[in-house]
């Protein structure tokens, strides 16, 4: 069993930057990929970021490519998403997700967060 807690979110202008973290409880945190979704009200929600269980490989959604950068210190069991030049179209809850295995693949997880809030101001 994998715990995932999300911390970091809030209000932010346009343009700045958050960092989201993801606390996992367990000692097979380094077995898993980790991403993030987010889902905007009235929306599905859609993987925004994924790391494998190395770090090695990554994959991003065109909406936040060149923007986001999601990283893993397996020593601190704990994923990150540092979020620059944020938009308004950002604004969403952001679930932390692991999936049991070797490769970029989240979908579908395992085991969710409980989501942070994420709020960009125009």
């Known amino acids: 069993q994998v715990q995932l807690v999300e911390s970091g979110g809030g209000l932010v202008q346009a343009g700045g930057s958050l960092r989201l973290s993801c606390a996992a409880s367990g000692r097979t945190f380094g077995s898993y990929a980790m991403g993030w979704f987010r889902q905007a009200p009235g929306k599905e929600r859609d993987v925004a970021a994924v790391l494998n269980w190395s770090g090695s490989s990554t994959y991003y959604a065109d909406s936040v490519k060149g923007r986001f950068t999601i990283s893993r210190d397996n020593a601190k069991n704990t994923v990150y998403l540092q979020m620059n030049s944020l938009k308004p179209e950002d604004t969403a809850v952001y679930y932390c997700?692991?999936?049991?295995?070797?490769?970029?693949?989240?979908?579908?997880?395992?085991?969710w967060g409980q989501g942070t809030q994420v709020t960009v101001a125009s």
């Open positions: 997700a692991a999936r049991r295995g070797s490769s970029v693949t989240i979908s579908p997880p395992d085991y």
